[in-house]
């Protein structure tokens, strides 16, 4: 069976702060210790192949010398195209790894989605995060996504979404830079365990398919990067507001077309 792992990094044990999410020792060292728990139990209960993407900031946080043989890692985020999700219908299911709540969620730790440049993220009038987004993406493949591990805003998050998934909270959060984390030891066993058990006791999870045709929306701070972008895609924001949109056929071309546009604004930036 070939399983994908989406990871991230805000959501992995014992993280409570950007400076701790971003390129630091402790951040790859507590995802490691998630990502490793999850390949062990996903490999006991019978995959025979599993790729992760790397989904956290510049996708290079993997440490690929702690990887089993068969297991490889699509390092450096290459953007998704229209044919091209991240992944392909060739995979049975999907896991989340390390995942958090969307912007704006009260009492969660480390709150955004993607970027805390974006307020707010809708597909068809329907309010997203990463979780969802990325769980909208696959479905487009006809993969659904049967295990989410985060902090516990981000699964119950998650279980909003996609019914039936399996969750495991490794920290219980009060707020945005607080939260109870459980010892590295314990988010092992867990995540372990839950992840052998949904191979060999698949969940009931359908993909989270959005059929189209799909607008996305995305209200966004005001900031140069807005500003920029407001003035290279003037057509694309809703008048006398700061809500960029787009329009495709599936959630996969409208989020891939945002994501090129996304670099070609930064890029441009003094």
């Known amino acids: ?20 999410a971003e390129n630091s020792e402790l951040g790859r060292a507590m995802l490691m210790n998630d990502l490793l728990a ?17 989904e956290h900031t510049n996708g290079r946080n993997v440490n690929v010398a702690m990887l089993p043989e068969n297991v490889s890692v699509i390092c450096g985020k ?6 091209w999700g991240g992944i392909d219908s060739s995979f049975d299911a999907m896991v989340m790894v390390g995942f958090h709540a969307k912007s704006g969620v009260s009492g969660a730790l480390l709150p955004h989605s993607y970027s805390r440049k974006n307020l707010d993220i ?10 969802a987004m990325e769980a909208a993406v696959v479905a487009d493949f006809d993969v659904p996504v049967w295990l989410v591990t985060g902090d516990s805003a981000g699964t119950e998050e998650a279980k909003s979404h996609i019914p039936h998934v399996r969750t495991v909270s490794v920290k219980k959060s009060f ?18 365990a839950a992840a052998q058990n949904i191979m060999l006791n698949p969940p009931d999870v359908k993909p989270l ?8 929306e995305i209200d966004l701070v005001r900031s140069d990067y807005t500003n920029q972008l407001q003035k290279k895609y003037c057509d694309c924001f809703i008048e006398n507001s700061k809500t960029f949109y787009l329009q495709g056929e599936t959630v996969t071309e409208v989020w891939s077309k945002y994501l090129h546009i996304q670099d070609e604004v930064k890029k441009s930036l003094p």
């Open 1 to 20: 069976m070939k399983v994908m792992i989406r990871s991230d990094v805000e959501g992995v044990t014992g993280i409570t702060t950007y400076k701790e």
């Open 38 to 54: 999850c390949i062990e139990g996903l490999q006991a209960g019978g995959a025979t192949e599993i790729i992760i993407y790397d």
């Open 78 to 83: 290459p953007h998704y195209t229209p044919s």
């Open 122 to 131: 809708r597909l068809n009038g329907q309010s997203v995060g990463e979780i």
């Open 175 to 192: 707020g945005e830079n607080e939260a109870e984390c459980y010892s590295a030891t314990k988010s092992v066993k867990m995540i372990r």
């Open 209 to 216: 398919k959005i059929n189209g045709p799909i607008q996305l």
